[in-house]
């Protein structure tokens, strides 16, 4: 399945680099959202409050009563994840918040699943270097993604695995990267970070991996 994603800066729609260099920013995101009221899932990304900078709550709260999607940055509270879901959002995402000193925090997966419901978190997994990376990406931990799907899987509907080091540089998603991870996890597994053609996707499918899409959409290369 392929996942349009629409990620939001300064009330703005954007693509960025590795999170770092802005590539391409649109000032209407009523085109993308009617453009991507087809497909069964969206993502909607806050950049602003996943880098502790700001938010796009407004926006957020206008765009995701209309489309079918899964929210994330800057939710880090039990209220955060209820309030958003409150909006209209099918499902939230939560990363950095997994963490507690560098370390995975069970206890707050525990908290948030028994609070909105595993079927309605996912959990983020971003690798730098084969590592999982957190706050914006600023901060690079011990845990390897395959230990933190183990340790958290229980508490999640599905796992978002974003392969930092080929975000937004369209040259392609490193499978063999997906493989152990789809071989570890019953649960839903959605891979970013590079995708840039159908036929990308369709060797996700066939492992059974669905696709979050972005700069490649964005450029026309996959059409939307």
Aim: hydrophobic share 45%; with cysteine; glycine share 12%.
């Amino acid at each position: 399945m392929l996942i349009p994603s629409i990620d939001l800066m300064g009330g703005k729609v954007v693509q960025l680099v590795q999170g770092k260099k802005k590539a391409m920013e649109f000032d209407d995101s009523e085109e993308w959202v009617n453009r991507f009221l087809k497909y069964p899932l969206v993502q909607l990304i806050d950049l602003d409050a996943a880098m502790g900078t700001g938010n796009n709550t407004g926006l957020l709260k206008r765009i995701a009563p209309r489309l079918n999607c899964q929210v994330g940055g800057g939710i880090r509270s039990v209220k955060a994840a209820q309030e958003m879901l409150a909006t209209g959002a099918r499902r939230v995402i939560v990363g950095s918040s997994l963490f507690a000193d560098g370390r995975l925090n069970t206890d707050f997966a525990s908290a948030m699943a028994e609070s909105v419901g595993t079927d309605r978190l996912v959990f983020a997994l971003d690798a730098i270097g084969g590592r999982v990376a957190i706050q914006g990406w600023k901060k690079i931990t011990a845990v390897r993604p395959l230990e933190m799907i183990q340790s958290l899987d229980r508490w999640c509907g599905g796992f978002l695995y974003t392969h930092v080091d080929t975000e937004g540089l369209m040259q392609g998603f490193p499978q063999e990267v997906i493989l152990p991870l789809r071989q570890t996890t019953s649960k839903q597994l959605i891979a970013a970070g590079g995708i840039r053609s159908q036929e990308e996707i369709d060797q996700l499918h066939a492992i059974g991996v669905d696709a979050v899409v972005g700069m490649a959409i964005y450029r026309g290369l996959i059409p939307a």
